[in-house]
């Protein structure tokens, strides 16, 4: 049998989990000419659920990580070449002719790919506008392209302007959808919430929250019910989501290792998710001591007081005005969370903590 979780990478169905509602907004508003900004933290899902949803669309999209951008120029190339991979090279030549920066194609014989390449110009942006042009020009007012930018807030800094420059390009363009992706929410906000950037409600914004808790539960009951009864099926996936908390990879994570250990194993029922847990803590010890060493002590001490259930603030021995500094740096690190209250994001390097450091 084959695993029926997983993370780490884009999920799709099978692995995927609900997000009907998600969808099925993302969906009407692509049917628009409006714009999406989803924000969320980080491993939530929020870049399986676009995949799938542009997917579903069933129009030419580009999908593009921004933190493999170090330059507009590599934006460009890499707009460019995913473009030609949804339009034949010999469909859109007449039109490369216009690029006022003429790019350079070479072919992988490995795969038979296309690499683009672009000479140094002394504006590097004109570049980047002819690409953003030609996803223009080969849309269609029918089947206009989706353009994503994951994890938007690492090109902003690229270089001074580039907001105001691409806000100006992009809001002329009639025949592109673009949905801007972010996991780092202050950054995001500050992008497409502040009235002082040129990007202030250029999209339709969507918050991706948790899969809701019933929802989780379901999914996990069926996914594991073939090595257990209902019974059984259903605690266990309480006390999976009791740990996680219905973080999205989390909760596949620790899923897939208790149906390893349930499947290959045969692990006793009640034991499962604290056998999981311990293998998962064992196996990432030298990863997380590595990354507590990172810390100074102040965060240690903020991290310390989360696993204990405790506001950061109920440090005594801490001015509020270090607590809240720390706190907004473990959180825009993506070591800290907010829902409802501020929880460390990994559960199981909580559990590493409270074994090894508390």
Known sequence: MENPFRFGTVVDSPYFTDRVEELSR?????????????ISPRRFGKTSLVRKAVEQSGRKFVFLNMQQVTSIEDLASLLLREILRQHPFERVKHLLKNFRVVPTFSTNPLNDSIEVSFQPAINNFVMLEDTLSLAEKVSTEDNRMIVVLDEFQEFIGIEKGIDKKLRAFMQEQKRVNYIFLGSQESMMTQIFESKKSPFYHFGQLMRLDKIPYDDFLSYIMERIRVTAGDEQCERIAKDILE????????????????????????????????????????????????????????????????????????????????????????TQDGYVIRTDRYLIEDPIFRHWIEERQT
């Open 243 to 330: 740990e996680t908390a219905c973080h999205p990879y989390y909760t596949q994570q620790l899923s897939s290792v208790v149906w390893d250990l349930l499947v290959y194993h045969k692990t006793p029922y009640d034991e499962v998710v604290r056998i999981a847990i311990e293998n998962l803590v064992r196996v990432h010890d030298l990863d997380f001591e590595r990354l507590w060493l990172t810390f100074n002590k102040t965060d240690r001490k903020i991290l310390q007081i989360l696993c204990k259930g405790l506001s950061p603030y109920e440090l005594r021995d801490m001015p509020t005005s270090t607590s809240f500094s720390a706190i907004k740096r473990l």
């Open 26 to 38: 993302i969906a009407e508003i692509l049917n628009s000419k409006n714009h999406l900004v989803v």
